[in-house]
């Protein structure tokens, strides 16, 4: 006998499942917890923050008045307070048009008579990027609401922990592959739970989230050796060593790769671990191998993507770095693996590596982690677990084999 009835949610894991769930995330983050007080930088060894400007001058806000002198290059400007002044051109590298509002450096009191008394700075930012913050804000809770809401502030809490931890062990010398390692870790526990919930769903993701970062930062470890990536490729390479003398360069260029991956493994492991829910959900009957079978015909695809979203993202961030690349005449492989685009083809293969093998062990725990194959009273025969024949077929031929068991 067959009847209809709606799948809802697949039900919490078993007691036992979620009793050592539980005890392996306390364990994970009891080990954070002491990396951090471990790793925590004195404040004596955080080196001090150098001054953004030179002694006698200051910065004032312009808005520019007016083309350039042609002879000169002297540029007017309207100060905030309505007078005039006048500002060195800073080349045709920097295009400057009338209403721009430029971040000027006044060097007045100290510079030779005759020269202008403003140094062109920066461009004033604050209001388009404010603008955009706002609206990215919006957005997010207008679609995702109190969810969205939890995972700005989990991004917040992250960025608290980059600012208040990560960069001042760095800078302070302290083991950079603990300091990646703890980094991630902490920011995942708290990411994690405030945007998704406590939950055994979010736990298995959590879980799969640990195993992925401990894979990317050993491979990362080895990578960054047996390649000579030494972090000495860009322009903080010339002022870290003499600004922060106890900074690591190598162990920096380790942890920036570790952290690269972070918010892409997050992705991969919640997705998994939502999908072995949600065909449990409507495949109550299925096997764990099968679950799992299935659940991974969902991965494959989502690795296709992810690797595009990676190779992609450096792609759009280093345009000039490999623009300047294709003009100098060398060979691919030449380019490829020399200087910083060496370092950017490790970080982004490493973190590949990592999310791909991330997304069949988050599986495998989901897949153990939720709830067994179950039955109703009257049996499912009649029930369509999707309309995807393709990604349920290993599902389909379960409920296949239970509805030829009722009949019979």
Same mark, same amino acid.
């Given at each position: 006998?067959?009847?209809?009835?709606?799948?809802?949610?697949?039900?919490?894991?078993? !007691?036992?499942?979620?009793?050592?769930?539980?005890?392996?995330?306390?364990?994970?983050?009891?080990?954070?917890?002491?990396?951090? /007080?471990?790793? /925590?930088?004195?404040?004596?060894?955080?080196?001090?923050?150098?001054?953004?400007?030179?002694?006698?001058?200051?910065?004032?806000?312009?808005?520019?008045?007016?083309?350039?002198?042609?002879?000169?290059?002297?540029?007017?400007?309207?100060?905030?307070?309505?007078?005039?002044?006048?500002?060195?051109?800073?080349? !045709? @590298? =920097?295009?400057?048009?009338?209403?721009?509002?430029?971040?000027?450096?006044?060097?007045?009191? =100290?510079?030779?008579?005759?020269?202008?008394?403003?140094?062109?700075?920066?461009?004033?930012?604050?209001?388009?990027?404010?603008?955009?913050?706002?609206?990215?804000?919006?957005?997010?809770?207008? =679609?995702?609401?109190?969810?969205?809401?939890?995972?700005?502030?989990?991004?917040?809490?992250?960025?608290?922990?980059?600012?208040?931890?990560?960069?001042?062990?760095?800078?302070?010398?302290?083991?950079?592959?603990?300091?990646?390692?703890?980094? @991630?870790?902490?920011?995942?526990?708290?990411?994690?739970?405030?945007?998704?919930?406590?939950?055994?769903?979010?736990?298995?993701?959590?879980?799969?989230?640990?195993?992925?970062?401990?894979?990317?930062?050993?491979?990362?470890?080895?990578?960054?050796?047996?390649?000579?990536?030494?972090?000495?490729?860009?322009?903080?390479?010339?002022?870290?060593?003499?600004?922060?003398?106890?900074?690591?360069?190598?162990?920096?260029?380790?942890?920036?790769?570790?952290?690269?991956?972070?918010?892409?493994?997050?992705?991969?492991?919640?997705?998994?671990?939502?999908?072995? /829910?949600?065909?449990?959900?409507?495949?109550?009957?299925?096997?764990?191998?099968?679950?799992?079978?299935?659940?991974?015909?969902?991965?494959?695809?989502?690795?296709?993507?992810?690797?595009?979203?990676?190779?992609?993202?450096?792609?759009?961030?280093?345009? !000039?770095?490999?623009?300047?690349?294709?003009?100098?005449?060398?060979?691919?492989?030449?380019?490829?693996?020399?200087?910083?685009?060496?370092?950017?083809?490790?970080?982004?293969?490493?973190?590949?590596?990592?999310?791909?093998?991330?997304?069949?062990?988050?599986?495998?725990?989901?897949?153990?982690?939720? !709830?067994?194959?179950?039955?109703?009273?009257?049996?499912?025969?009649?029930?369509?677990?999707?309309?995807?024949?393709?990604?349920?077929?290993?599902?389909?031929?379960?409920?296949?084999?239970?509805?030829?068991?009722?009949?019979?």
């Amino acid at each position: 006998m067959a009847h209809a009835s709606s799948h809802g949610s697949a039900g919490p894991a078993a !007691p036992r499942t979620t009793f050592f769930l539980v005890m392996i995330l306390v364990s994970a983050l009891l080990a954070t917890l002491a990396g951090l /007080w471990l790793l /925590w930088p004195s404040a004596g060894d955080v080196p001090d923050r150098v001054p953004n400007r030179a002694e006698g001058t200051s910065f004032v806000d312009v808005t520019i008045a007016g083309p350039a002198d042609p002879a000169t290059g002297s540029i007017p400007v309207e100060l905030a307070d309505g007078g005039t002044s006048r500002m060195q051109s800073p080349g !045709p @590298s =920097v295009p400057l048009t009338e209403g721009d509002r430029i971040t000027a450096v006044d060097i007045s009191q =100290v510079a030779q008579p005759g020269v202008d008394p403003l140094v062109f700075m920066d461009f004033q930012r604050e209001l388009p990027i404010a603008l955009l913050a706002v609206v990215y804000a919006l957005v997010v809770l207008l =679609v995702a609401r109190w969810r969205g809401l939890a995972a700005m502030a989990g991004l917040g809490i992250a960025f608290v922990v980059l600012l208040g931890f990560t960069m001042p062990a760095l800078l302070a010398g302290q083991d950079a592959f603990g300091v990646a390692l703890v980094t @991630s870790s902490l920011i995942m526990f708290v990411t994690l739970y405030l945007a998704h919930g406590l939950s055994a769903r979010t736990s298995t993701a959590l879980l799969g989230t640990l195993v992925g970062l401990a894979l990317t930062a050993g491979i990362a470890a080895w990578a960054s050796g047996a390649a000579q990536i030494t972090g000495g490729t860009d322009e903080a390479s010339a002022f870290l060593p003499s600004s922060a003398p106890a900074a690591d360069l190598r162990g920096i260029a380790l942890c920036g790769i570790v952290l690269a991956g972070l918010g892409v493994l997050n992705d991969v492991t919640i997705t998994q671990a939502s999908a072995v /829910w949600e065909l449990r959900a409507v495949a109550p009957a299925a096997t764990r191998a099968e679950l799992f079978t299935s659940a991974m015909r969902i991965g494959r695809d989502h690795i296709a993507s992810t690797v595009y979203t990676i190779a992609f993202a450096y792609v759009g961030a280093a345009l !000039p770095l490999l623009m300047i690349v294709w003009l100098v005449d060398q060979s691919p492989l030449t380019a490829l693996t020399s200087g910083e685009i060496a370092e950017e083809v490790v970080r982004t293969l490493v973190g590949s590596i990592g999310l791909v093998l991330a997304i069949p062990v988050t599986t495998a725990i989901a897949t153990l982690t939720v !709830p067994g194959p179950t039955t109703d009273l009257v049996g499912n025969a009649g029930l369509e677990p999707s309309s995807d024949p393709e990604l349920m077929a290993p599902v389909s031929e379960a409920w296949a084999a239970q509805a030829r068991a009722s009949e019979a």
